[in-house]
Nanobody, 115 residues
Framework: QVQLVESGGGLVQPGGSLRLSCVAS????????MGWYRQAPGKQRELVAS???????NYGESVKGRFTISRDNSKNMVYLQMNSLKPEDTAGYYC?????????WGQGTQVTVSS
């Protein structure tokens, strides 16, 4: 069973930074576009950033210029560097493929931005 394990979340002050990591099981990782998603209480899960197997990236408007997605195919890892964090970035963050058809959702990692 292919799995995803996210880590790196925490409590940070507005303007701070965090780096999220996600490790995926399975041998097909390098072929998949991967994404970071987030879900705030009472809201739908949204895609915030994606990266193709070759490194092409896309970002949601709300995070463009502040977040950077990257991957290491040799380690089955995908990362999300988050800078200039805002309270509205508070959410559970999850990685998955895009579209979300290849992996089961992991437990995610909580990011809380608060002073």
């Amino acid at each position: 069973q292919v799995q995803l394990v996210e880590s790196g979340g925490g409590l940070v002050q507005p303007g701070g930074s965090l780096r999220l990591s996600c490790v995926a099981s399975g041998s097909m990782f390098r072929r998949y576009t991967m994404g970071w998603y987030r879900q705030a209480p009472g809201k739908q899960r949204e895609l915030v950033a994606s990266i193709t197997g070759y490194g092409g990236t896309n970002y949601g408007e709300s995070v463009k210029g502040r977040f950077t997605i990257s991957r290491d195919n040799s380690k089955n890892m995908v990362y999300l560097q988050m800078n200039s964090l805002k309270p509205e970035d508070t959410a559970g963050y999850y990685c998955n493929s895009f579209p979300t058809v290849y992996y089961t959702w992991g437990q995610g990692t909580q990011v809380t931005v608060s002073s």
